[in-house]
C-alpha cells in the first residue's frame, strides 16, 4: 500500500524556494526565472520539486503559453510577496546600484504614451542602466488591477478616473485634446469651427469600448477605472448636440500611430492628446488646430501598487518617470 506524505511544517520550508515561486509566478518562464535569481533552469525545477512536495500541489502546470499557475499558487501569491517583502524590509534595505542591476522593470501603456515617454526611458536606461531590462506591456485588453496586483506589472501609466487604496500614483503631466488633419485640408485656411466636426468625417482611437464593459469613457477593473478613448468624446458629442448636429464616426483604431497614415488623402479630422499632436507634426505633412469647444483636460499618470513604495529600484524606476515626462504644456504651442 502506497504511503502518503505529509506536507512539510512551513517551519521547513526554505526561504529561497519562496524566492523561486514569486520569479515563476511572474514570469511563467524556468529560464527567465532563472536568469532573475541568477540560477540555472535545473536549479529552478529543482526548487519548484521541493515546494511542491512541501505543499503538496502542483503550483505551476506547464501548457503553450508557459507555466500556469494552479488555484493554489494564486491564491498564494500576493500573500507570499507582501510577506517577503516585510522580511526583506525588516532586515534592511539593500542599496540599489542602476549601474550593474539586472532588474527586468515591467511597464504597461498604450502605444501613445510608449512613444511620448517610454522611448525616452529606454535611453535613460542605456545610459544609467545598461544590464536592465524593461518590458512594455499593452495597457488594453489585459485586467490591469490584477496584473498590478499579483506582481507581474511594475507601474501602469495612463489617465484613471478611479484609483483604489491599495494602489499609489504621481501625475506625469496634464494634456488636452487638439484637432489633427493633412496639410491641404480646407480646414487649413480657416478656424475650425464646432460644425466642422460634423461636417466632415472623424478618424478617433479607441483602447476599449462599450462591447468591452466600458462606461462613460472608462473600463473599471477590480476598482480602477481607465480612460477607453483617446479623446473626451462627451465633450465632443455635447457641443455637436447643442448645434443640432451628431458626429461622423468614420474610422476608429485601437493604435494611435496610425493615425498620420489615415489622415493622408483623405478628408478626415482626428482628436488626439496635444503631446501626440506635437509628435505627428514632426511628419510636416500634418496640421494641428486647437478644439471650437470646451473638453476636459487630462492627467496622465503612473500607477502601482502599494507593496512597492519603499523598493529602491521601484523608486528609482518612478523616479525617472517623472522626471522624463517633464511639465506638458496644457495646450498645443502653434
Known sequence: ??????????????????????????????????????????????????????????LFVRTAKGMEPTARALAMATPLREAVRAIHDTLGVQPFEPATTTRRFVVAAND???????????????????????VVRPATRLDLAEQIDVGRIDIALGIFADVPGRFQSARLWIQ?????????????RRKPRTEDLAAFPL?????????????????????????????????LEDALAAAGRRPHYRITVPHSLAVPDLLQGSDMISIVPAPLAQAFLARRDLLAKPLPYAAQHATV???????DEH????????????????????????
Do not use: C
Request: zero cysteines; glycine letters at 6%.
Open 301 to 307: 499618470r503612473a500607477i502601482w501598487h502599494r507593496r
Open 112 to 134: 501613445y504614451v510608449t512613444s511620448v515617454l517610454l522611448t525616452k526611458l529606454a535611453r535613460r536606461m542605456g545610459d544609467a542602466a545598461p544590464s536592465s531590462d524593461l
Open 176 to 188: 488636452q485634446d487638439v484637432l489633427v488633419f493633412r496639410k491641404g485640408h480646407p480646414l487649413a
Open 203 to 235: 478618424l478617433t482611437v479607441s483602447l476599449g469600448g462599450q462591447e468591452e464593459g466600458a462606461v462613460s469613457g472608462y473600463i473599471v477593473e477590480r476598482g480602477l477605472a481607465r480612460q477607453s478613448e483617446m479623446f473626451d468624446r462627451s465633450a
Open 311 to 334: 523598493d529602491p529600484a521601484h523608486l528609482w524606476l518612478r523616479e525617472q518617470l517623472v522626471e522624463l515626462s517633464g511639465v506638458q504644456d496644457l495646450a498645443l504651442r502653434a
Open 1 to 58: 500500500m502506497k504511503r502518503t506524505q505529509a506536507p512539510l511544517s512551513p517551519k521547513r520550508i526554505d526561504l529561497n524556494l519562496l524566492r523561486v515561486f514569486d520569479a515563476v509566478f511572474e514570469d511563467r518562464n524556468l529560464l527567465r526565472a532563472g536568469k532573475r535569481l541568477h540560477l540555472s533552469q535545473s536549479a529552478i525545477s529543482h526548487a519548484l520539486s521541493r515546494l511542491r512536495e512541501a505543499l503538496q500541489d502542483e
